[in-house]
């Protein structure tokens, strides 16, 4: 259950969007929030997700995840599982899971970089719906350590203008061009 003054909502309440297009997804996720017992539930047509972009700062590379489902260059993350409440501990497991790295840290802070409500197509039986997306940023000192959850999903470092090149998403691009000023 989010609680008043928790993690999440303090995290919420202290962040400030960049864009009159953040600010109506950043008042969309806190009334979310503000609303459900579990406002990670897939059952919700909009429900929360955790993301981040994976740094390796000694060479400046990113690493981005491909995406089957989207067809896509996307960020590391997704779902909470049943229990977790912590955007920050979601990424880590899901940034863990997806690319064996295991040294993931926040980087260069644990701050919240992005809010990004974003439309899943349906698939399925799975209805189409929205993720708030909650985005960070973690890094890692291993990156030829770093190997794909699956065949289907392989990962990829780029130098930061040529992972923009790539996504096919503006929100994400908006990311990217976050990290680098």
């Known amino acids: 259950m989010i609680v008043a003054g928790g993690p999440l909502v303090d995290m919420l309440s202290r962040y400030e969007a960049r864009d009159p297009l953040e600010s109506a997804h950043l008042a969309r996720v806190r009334d979310l929030v503000a609303g459900e017992t579990d406002p990670w539930s ?64 926040p980087w260069p802070s644990a701050d919240l970089r992005q809010v990004a409500v974003v439309g899943v197509p349906a698939k399925g039986d799975e209805p189409a719906h929205e993720h708030a997306d909650l985005r960070f940023v973690l890094a890692t000192s291993a990156p030829d350590e770093a190997v794909p959850e699956e065949p289907g999903a392989p990962l ?8 923009r090149a790539e996504v096919a998403e503006d929100n994400v691009r908006e990311f990217l061009d976050r990290l680098a000023t």
């Open 42 to 105: 897939r059952a919700l047509p909009l429900h929360l997700t955790a993301s981040a972009v994976i740094v390796h700062p000694e060479t400046s590379r990113v690493l981005l995840r491909w995406h089957p489902r989207h067809q896509s260059w996307l960020l590391v993350g997704g779902h909470g599982d049943p229990g977790e409440t912590d955007p920050l501990d979601v990424i880590h497991r899901e940034g863990e899971e997806e690319t064996g790295l295991t040294d993931l840290r």
């Open 156 to 163: 990829r470092w780029f130098a930061l203008g040529d992972a």
